[in-house]
């Protein structure tokens, strides 16, 4: 499902530092989890002639490109093969599946999220595919659209768009504003701890489509043979049930309910309900990386990862913040193995790049070699993590830093990373028909009204510029500088004047 990001369905051991992450295991535990994977690659020297030695047993570890089993699930970032959770994939001899039918890698798209199945190399970075199956998460007419509150409902299911929600270019334009009521879309996203759906991406869909819709059973009424996802009344009699151990649903199980048509009320009648697992055959020992919001929060010795429960110990390594940090809707990848009662111990917790920094404009000048950039004379950074798009007529796939040329139109999101850098570290990078706006959205560094600074930008402000709250309210420039203070999250629009200045038409405070 969404929530995993990577699941390696035997462990990623090593008896040395020769795979760059040392995963805590005995060499014995080594031995007996990984020797069929490893065989080739150990040398095991017993007290036999052979080894002209005593009694004395020593392992050589493998090699670092020794493979492993392993599984990801995570949104695609870039092709070429493909690219999900930083792990390049070769594709050559996998197989695909799209929403249940068979497909090539041709149907799929930036910001969808996939599962991959096959085997990833002890560098950690690149891997061999078997299988690649993509899953949406709701795919149905939209009920209402929330513009201020950028959100939408499909099939009783509330939708939050995102800084990183990437809109396919079908829609016109590719923003919410090209969402219509009625209109059918396909969502692939992840929950969030208000079984909302955090978008990863969204497109539209045809008339005739089937409906889809993933969520937890509730308010299950086996009489009349129906059920509630959220707010989707599911009627059932006529469905095929699927995987469901006892024949029977219930209340609490995590289903994947289809249909092709809406009952008088608005009830989904299914013609199909199936039981989904959200780490399929995942055992004790696995070694698991999941990314998605933390659903539940006890502590950080007991919590939830998009419903997999997870447990820090005193040997738990945090990237990008602490432990104090963790909380409900924090997203975060934990990485970890398994335990005989299925809780994930965690031997790593990274807290995900924030992207509420934004860029539009036009490039400066590209270092495709350094995987960097300048925009509007702000240096921006592509990693493993970037997801990157063609969303002009080019279409070039896979997009890369080679692509880009000077004068090109971009959008970034991101975060200044380092802190205090003034450099943007890329969460997405979309290559967009040319313009000549410029958009810079991010936290303010200094003030002098009528000016201020976000990235060492200067946004300069005149008696013809727009001033907003953040519920798009116009406001006086007066009312927007005497709330406007150091650290202050605002969107500026307007036009690039000089190399590090805008000319602003609009700016507009805005929440992270």
Request: hydrophobic share 40%; aromatic share 6%; with cysteine.
């Amino acid at each position: 499902m969404s929530y995993i990001n990577l699941h390696l369905a035997t462990p990623m051991t090593s008896a040395s530092a020769m795979y760059g992450d040392l995963r805590g295991f005995t060499q014995k535990e080594f031995v007996m989890n990984n020797l069929w994977n490893y065989l080739l690659g150990l040398v095991i020297c017993f007290s036999i002639s052979a080894c002209g030695g005593g009694a004395q047993t020593t392992t050589q570890a493998p090699s670092a490109a020794n493979p492993v089993p392993g599984m990801a699930s995570g949104p695609i970032s870039t092709f070429g093969s493909i690219v999900v959770n930083g792990v390049r994939y070769n594709t050559d001899s996998a197989s695909f599946e799209v929403n249940d039918a068979p497909g090539t890698q041709a149907d799929l798209s930036v910001g969808q999220i996939v599962t991959v199945k096959g085997m990833i190399d002890a560098n950690g970075t690149t891997g061999t595919a078997n299988a690649v199956t993509f899953d949406d998460t709701v795919k149905g007419p939209v009920q209402s659209i929330d513009l201020v509150g950028r959100q939408f409902v499909v099939l009783g299911q509330n939708v939050l768009v995102v800084a990183g929600t990437s809109f396919d270019d079908r829609f016109s334009p590719a923003t919410m504003d090209g969402l219509s009521v009625g209109q059918i879309v396909e969502v692939s996203g992840q929950f969030d701890a208000n079984n909302d759906i955090v978008a990863t991406r969204i497109e539209p869909k045809p008339a005739g489509t089937q409906f889809e819709v993933h969520g937890t059973v509730s308010n299950l009424d086996n009489t009349n043979m129906r059920f509630n996802i959220n707010n989707l009344v599911v009627d059932y009699s006529a469905a095929l049930l699927d995987n469901f151990p006892a024949g029977q649903i219930s209340n609490g199980d995590f289903v994947e309910a289809k249909g092709t048509m809406l009952g008088a009320a608005g009830e989904l009648l299914a013609t199909k309900v199936e039981l989904d697992a959200l780490l399929p055959g995942a055992t004790g020992g696995d070694r698991i990386e999941i990314e998605g919001f933390i659903t539940r929060f006890e502590s950080a010795q007991d919590f939830d990862v998009a419903g997999q429960k997870v447990t820090s110990t005193s040997s738990t390594r945090f990237l990008g913040g602490s432990a104090s940090d963790l909380g409900l809707n924090i997203k975060v990848e934990a990485e970890g193995d398994l335990d005989s009662d299925g809780v994930l111990v965690a031997t790593k917790i990274d807290i995900r790049r924030a992207k509420a920094v934004r860029a539009t404009a036009n490039v400066d000048s590209v270092n495709a070699a350094d995987k960097s950039l300048v925009v509007l004379g702000i240096t921006v950074k592509v990693d493993a993590q970037t997801r990157l798009e063609d969303k002009t007529d080019a279409d070039v796939t896979p997009l890369t830093l080679s692509d880009i040329s000077a004068g090109d139109y971009i959008e970034v999101r991101g975060s200044e990373f380092p802190a205090g850098s003034g450099t943007i570290l890329a969460a997405r990078f979309e290559r967009e028909d040319p313009d000549n706006r410029a958009i810079l959205q991010g936290f303010v560094e200094a003030i002098s009204e009528p000016s201020f600074n976000i990235l060492g930008v200067s946004i300069e402000t005149s008696g013809a510029t727009v001033f907003r709250e953040a519920d798009g309210t116009v406001i006086s420039s007066t009312n927007f500088f005497g709330q406007l203070t150091e650290n202050s999250l605002v969107k500026a629009k307007g036009t690039e004047v000089a190399n590090s200045t805008i000319s602003a038409t609009e700016v507009e405070f805005e929440i992270e």
